[in-house]
């Protein structure tokens, strides 16, 4: 094998420390230091100095959790620094130790077979960390809006199956009046009833009345309503922060906004997670993969295996699965309704939403290179390679020319078909 770093160094980094091996070739034969530091700042600058002094400027480390970020802080400004996934650099089971793994790690990446992740810029990775805070904080609301619902069911509170949403109006004030109220008056729960409501004012009485609620179970429902409130409170505050953040982005969350199915906070989630430079992603097929939207490749002697997606993309895939159930009910724009409908015959409609997530990305992955809004198109028009474009444009005027000939609009003998 070619040797591609003639100077590099492998890293095995751990919460308190990290072990770095320095490999110098020489002709074939390399030759390797070993040196242990510590993962406090001071040590860490020592490690920069150390690969510097020894003129090592290319350096791979596994992406172990987070352990690997304040390394990769301090030297990303003077280092070329590779963050390879766990599966291309894991030793052998068995026989693997601290020194052994940095050893490996080294040899590896020496020769070119580790497969770099993707790490974007320092800007980016700040609006990543706040948006990634935002999707907890909304899970959080989430969990909370179920407890508050089944509270009430436990304490013979059939509300839910009445109303559309235990946090309108009317399931609000009457959840309030149940709370803090001593005993229930079915008149003034009516007179609570707004709208439609009204119409069901039977059915909400009928299955709030014989309800058992102590007072610690009050308490309790107190709890997690303000624990609710709070969420939503933080998730405003935050989206105040991300807003600030996404400005010099504005452009491209512009750009975005124009997919049906994309708001702000999705086109947002997206260049936290992609960034705005495409260019760092070879193909929209490179891009689609990395963010788990595209079957696995798994054959083994002439049979083919589980081709299931992976389960990258942790935070990009749900907000862009959820960006595509907002598309196929999309009423402006029928394109990916017509796409899942056709998709979902014959795939079921799990397999058809995430065709549509990668449809999304792809065209987010054009737009954002060359700057275009949303055009519906089909992929094989844009993102086929050369060879297969011209066979189908051939295919094509074949198709044109026998159809002439059929309506004796041209003559046979006047034609030359490509070959």
């Known amino acids: 094998m070619k040797v591609v770093y003639p100077i590099c160094c492998g890293v095995d980094v751990h919460k308190s420390f990290l072990v770095a091996t320095l490999i110098t070739t020489e002709g074939i034969v390399p030759t390797y230091r070993k040196k242990r530091f510590s993962t406090f700042n001071n040590s860490i600058l ?45 030793a052998v089971k068995g026989n693997k130790d601290d020194a052994k793994d940095s050893k490996w790690i ?14 974007p810029d320092k800007r980016v990775r700040i609006l990543r960390e706040y948006t990634r805070y935002r999707y907890k904080l909304v899970s959080c609301k989430s969990s909370e809006k179920n ?18 949403d235990m946090f309108g109006k009317s399931a609000s004030a009457i959840t309030d009046y149940l709370v803090n109220g001593d005993s229930f008056d079915p008149e003034y729960c009516v007179s609570l009833l707004q709208r439609s409501l009204k119409k069901k004012a039977d059915a909400v009485v009928q299955s709030i009345e014989g309800f058992k609620m ?90 083919k295996k589980s081709v299931r ?72 028009q844009i993102d086929i390679p050369q060879e297969l474009r011209d066979k189908q444009r051939d295919r094509a005027i074949k198709q044109a020319v026998k159809l002439l000939v059929s309506q004796g609009i041209i003559l046979p003998e006047n034609l030359s078909l490509p070959a």
């Not at 920069?48 to 352990?67: A, P, R």
């Not at 436990?154 to 109303?163: E, F, K, P, R, T």
């Not at 512009?254 to 193909?283: H, K, W, Y």
């Open 46 to 90: 020592d490690f920069k100095q150390w690969l510097i002094e020894n003129n090592c400027f290319d350096v791979c480390m596994e992406s172990t959790g987070k352990y690997y970020v304040p390394v990769y802080n301090l030297l990303e400004d003077a280092i070329r620094v590779t963050v390879a996934n766990p599966k291309w650099v894991s």
């Open 214 to 303: 102590t007072e610690e179970q009050k308490n309790r429902i107190r709890f997690v309503k303000a624990h609710f409130d709070f969420a939503e409170t933080m998730i405003g505050k935050i989206d105040q922060s991300i807003a600030a953040l996404a400005a010099p982005f504005e452009s491209a969350v512009a750009l975005l906004c124009t997919i049906p199915g994309v708001d702000r906070n999705t086109a947002i989630t997206i260049i936290s997670e992609t960034g705005a430079d495409m260019t760092q992603f070879s193909s929209s097929k490179r891009l689609c993969s990395w963010a788990g939207l595209t079957p696995s490749n798994n054959q083994s002697a002439g049979k």
């Open 147 to 164: 407890r508050f619902q089944n509270a009430f069911t436990v304490c013979n509170v059939a509300l839910d199956s009445v109303v559309s």
């Open 309 to 380: 997606i992976s389960r990258a993309g942790v935070y990009l895939k749900p907000a862009l699965v959820q960006a595509a159930h907002a598309a196929v009910k999309c009423k402006d724009s029928a394109y990916y309704r017509i796409k899942y409908e056709r998709i979902s015959k014959r795939r079921g409609k799990k397999r058809a939403i995430i065709a549509i997530a990668r449809m999304m990305l792809t065209a987010v992955f054009h737009m954002l290179s060359s700057g275009e809004v949303f055009n519906p198109s089909d992929l094989f």
């Open 106 to 119: 080294g040899d590896l990446f020496r020769l070119g077979l580790v497969p770099g992740s993707f790490i």
